[in-house]
């Protein structure tokens, strides 16, 4: 099994989510979903919800349900686009922006810590690697109906 991808990447993340749960999922009540939209959100102004459904491989339909979440706990607003009515831009609260400072400080102390056995030189190229694997990641728009409901 040690020469199969698939395994090894859930072997690697048996610990990454027990860190990621004790640092931010548990103390922040923040799903890795929900870090990674607030992430995107920060570092994108004015980024749609199409934008992000795409960028996260979401369904749009359980995206918006993500995203009513975060809503409500007044982390995140949706503005309809003024060049594109049917657009809407999703923006951080000041509430928002604060738990994405500190979910983003608590992730970076937990990577320091995942990743603290491997030399910076082996932390470059295990980022190069997996986003190199990353690049075989098909678009929503070319997968079957079938292979999406399998998701």
């Known amino acids: 099994m040690q020469h199969l991808l698939g395994y090894n990447l859930a072997q690697a993340c048996i610990p990454s989510f027990a860190i990621y749960e004790e ?11 929900e870090f990674t939209i607030l992430v995107l959100v920060s570092s994108n102004e004015n980024v749609t919800q199409k934008s992000l459904s795409l960028a996260l491989d979401i369904a749009a339909p359980n995206l918006t349900v993500i995203l009513d979440r975060l809503d409500r706990r007044g982390l995140v607003r949706r503005v309809r686009s003024e060049t594109d009515r049917r657009a809407q831009h999703v923006q951080l ?46 678009p929503r728009s070319t997968r079957s109906a079938r292979e999406d409901t399998a998701a």
């Open 93 to 138: 609260t000041a509430k928002g922006r604060t738990l994405t400072r500190k979910a983003t400080q608590a992730a970076e102390q937990m990577e320091d810590a995942l990743l603290g056995q491997l030399s910076r030189a082996e932390q470059a190229m295990l980022f190069e690697l997996l986003q190199k694997v990353a690049t075989f990641r098909k």
């Open 23 to 33: 640092a931010i999922g548990g103390p922040l009540q923040l799903r890795q979903v």
